[in-house]
Nanobody, 115 residues
Framework: QVQLVESGGGLVQAGGSLRLSCRAS????????MGWYRQAPGKQRELVARISSGGSTNYPDSVKGRFTLSRDKSKNTVYLQMNSLKPEDTAVYYCNAERGGYDYWGQGTQVTVSS
């Protein structure tokens, strides 16, 4: 059974940094892709960062240059380094993994950026 466990959320001031972690119950290379999404109150869930099994990454313009996704095969973990955080980055962040036509999700971790 696929499980994704997130950690690292919290409260930070604008301009600060946080690093989110997502540990998978399987090898991260067993997934077609992994990534992070976020959902703010009253808004749809949106992609924040994504990495394919081959290592290609993509980011929306809203976080490009500020967020970096990385992975550690030995720990079955992907990370999201978030720098220069803005109040509009406040949301629940979800880890996502794609495998066999299915999407798997973590439980979510709250990120709050104060102005």
């Amino acid at each position: 059974q696929v499980q994704l466990v997130e950690s690292g959320g919290g409260l930070v001031q604008a301009g600060g940094s946080l690093r989110l972690s997502c540990r998978a119950s399987l090898s991260i290379f067993s997934f077609n892709a992994m990534g992070w999404y976020r959902q703010a109150p009253g808004k749809q869930r949106e992609l924040v960062a994504r990495i394919s099994s081959g290592g290609s990454t993509n980011y929306p313009d809203s976080v490009k240059g500020r967020f970096t996704l990385s992975r550690d095969k030995s720990k079955n973990t992907v990370y999201l380094q978030m720098n220069s955080l803005k109040p509009e980055d406040t949301a629940v962040y979800y880890c996502n993994a794609e495998r066999g036509g299915y999407d798997y999700w973590g439980q979510g971790t709250q990120v709050t950026v104060s102005s």
